[in-house]
């Protein structure tokens, strides 16, 4: 596959988590979070995108989260479940999105905030219509999903690079 080739991520904030007892990384869903995260599995079904890859955070709610989404889809994707995900900064995150290997042509990520706005952000060098603005004005809720659109290897993954075709929320 040439590095020219046009590449889509996919960013997913996992689904509502319940404050229980447990440890942060151990938090499941909450009764909410059960219902929006097949709602986001059908919007990724409906935007027609066969994922090459899915990495996902290790913590339970992640887990559950594309457990649920993935589910509504055509077509199960790979998906490694990446420790590094889980508290990852910015830059560990474009770090992440280096090592992919450029046979992947769709990858989607499932993670956490204010890790997954804050790579649609910083990726997002352009945005069809106002879909930037609407994403900084409302946020990144749980269940959220951007897709960023590129050119080249992902290698080459830096601050905007990108840009923004799909924002959406499961409660907007």
């Known amino acids: 596959m040439s590095v020219e080739t046009p590449r889509k991520i996919v960013l ?14 151990e938090r499941p869903l909450a009764d909410r979070g059960r219902q929006d995260a097949p709602l986001a599995g059908r919007r990724l079904a409906a935007q027609g995108i066969t994922f090459d890859l899915a990495l996902c955070s290790t913590a ?19 998906t490694v479940y990446e420790e590094r995900l889980y508290e990852a ?3 560990e995150l474009i770090a992440l999105l280096n090592e992919t290997s450029d046979e992947v042509r769709t990858l ?5 905030n204010p890790g997954m706005h804050g790579l649609a952000d910083a990726l997002s060098g352009e945005a069809d219509g106002d879909l930037l603005s609407r994403m900084n004005r409302r946020g990144f809720p749980t269940s959220a999903i951007a897709t960023v659109e590129f050119t080249g290897s992902w290698k080459s993954v ?3 690079v990108g840009r923004l075709v799909d924002y959406w929320t499961p409660h907007s």
């Open 12 to 25: 997913l904030r996992h689904a509502k988590a319940d404050w229980g007892q447990e440890a942060d990384h």
């Open 60 to 78: 339970l709610r992640t887990r559950e989260t594309w457990k649920l989404a993935v589910a509504e889809l055509s077509q199960r994707p790979k």
């Open 89 to 91: 900064s910015l830059g």
């Open 108 to 112: 989607v990520v499932i993670g956490h």
């Open 158 to 160: 830096e601050h905007g």
